[in-house]
């Protein structure tokens, strides 16, 4: 029997949100599915290094230095209140011993998840493969991800 | 359930979702084709998640019990 897919489209970098991709990510691995995640605009900052700033020119720039990358520093969807949000739910999250947003990344790559990073997001925002972690297995554009949802059995976009 | 002998037990105490089944879809790596893992889990959703993680892969769920707000989950590995 083939392996069931899973694909899913990571369009949000809201903590809140993206914790949950990676739930039903991990999940999904764990019991045997092959899960590629498709990460475009506002969710490619969960790909993102810890970097000051990144792009070619002062737009991209200054998008960039506000747009924040790094999967530990996401903001909330809800109660963001400039930043103490994310920072209250990470302790309630500890306390509940519930793994952190980059915990559940390294286990989706200890499981076999494919990251695919959007290549029309990475281009417009000016970014460089160096300003992305090392997890990315692909960089690619809409065709390819549809081509895995056509032979994929279950579809998310969050 | 209690007549069955465990070979493994796996502490998943105070654990939330996804992080039981994580830990099983790892821990059932290392056992032997019938060979029976126990699952201690303080997460109700146990109760349903692990019947539903045995039908995905195809092992055998056993049963669960709830002792003292405990969970004790038995998995019976079927296959590699």
Known sequence: MPKEKMNIVVFSGDMD???AAF??????????????????????????????????NVLQKMMNAMNRGGSARLPLSKFN???LGPALMKTMMKRSKMPSLPELIQTAKDLGVKFTACTTTFSF?????????????????AATFLGEVMDGRVSYFI | MNTVNKDVTLD????????????????????????????????EGIRTDLPAWC???????LGVQEVNGEF???????KE
């Not at chain 2, 998943?12 to 126990?38: D, F, N, R, S, T």
Request: glycine content about 10%; hydrophobic content about 50%.
């Open chain 1, 17 to 19: 949100k993206v914790l």
């Open chain 1, 23 to 56: 739930i039903i990510a991990t999940t999904a691995a764990s019991m045997g599915m092959e899960v590629n995640m498709f990460f475009t605009f506002w969710g490619l900052n969960v790909l993102r290094k810890k970097k000051f700033t990144s792009g070619k």
């Open chain 1, 81 to 83: 209140m400039l930043g």
């Open chain 1, 125 to 141: 925002m000016g970014f460089a493969k160096d300003d992305f972690i090392d997890g990315v297995d692909a960089y690619a554009g």
């Open chain 2, 12 to 43: 998943c105490y105070g654990l939330l979702c996804p992080m039981p089944i994580i830990k099983v879809a790892q821990k059932i790596k290392g056992l032997k084709v019938g060979q029976v893992l126990e699952v201690i889990a303080t997460d």
């Open chain 2, 55 to 61: 039908k995905m892969t195809g092992h055998e769920f």
């Open chain 2, 72 to 78: 004790h989950a038995l998995i019976k590995k079927t």
